[in-house]
């Protein structure tokens, strides 16, 4: 049997048209919680020109306010900067953090964490995602800054078809 995804842009935010507060964020990405039925793919871009993300088959609640956990270990970030994919630790199975007052949060340790404002937050990469250099503290590798700043945001929602 042959299958394979089909993918709908769920939300998108461009820094440059226009400026998004967390509410209408939430508002857009969580109109209907039961259409994230499969998976969420987030691709975000920074200010410095990096191209990261993270896919989870988890499902994002407004809500919810806990992490919450991916038991089939299929959750995963990216950098498309570096050509590099970072999958969850099978000892840390916490694959996002869904909330009504962050942004796109991915990994217990917070490994990718975007603010609501798009502006602030930081990566933690190698707390919950594999990643060989991991020093336990806060690193540029994925935005090529400090902090996120994001200029481009793309959310998918994932379907197994």
């Known amino acids: ?4 995804f089909d993918y709908s ?9 226009q400026q998004k507060n967390r509410n209408q964020f939430i ?10 039925n499969f998976g969420t793919d987030a691709m975000l871009s920074s200010q410095s ?3 990261f993300g993270g896919y989870s088959p988890c499902q994002w609640q407004q809500n919810l306010g ?10 995963f970030l ?4 570096h050509g590099q994919i970072y999958p969850l630790r099978q000892d840390r199975k916490y694959s996002i953090y869904s909330s009504s007052g962050y942004g796109p949060t991915f ?3 917070h490994d990718i964490y975007i603010a609501s ?7 933690n990469l190698g707390y919950a995602y594999q990643w060989d250099q991991y020093q336990n503290q806060k690193s540029s590798h994925l935005f090529g800054q400090d902090k996120p700043n994001i200029t481009e945001c793309e959310i998918y929602e994932l379907k197994l078809i």
């Open 1 to 4: 049997m042959i299958f394979g």
């Open 9 to 17: 842009l769920y939300y998108k935010k461009n820094q440059k048209k």
């Open 27 to 36: 508002q857009e990405v969580e109109m209907d919680q039961t259409k994230i």
């Open 49 to 51: 020109g990096y191209i």
């Open 66 to 75: 806990s992490y919450v956990q991916d038991d089939t270990l299929s959750s």
């Open 78 to 81: 990216f950098s498309q900067t």
């Open 107 to 109: 990994g217990n340790g």
């Open 117 to 123: 404002d798009f502006k602030d937050g930081y990566s």
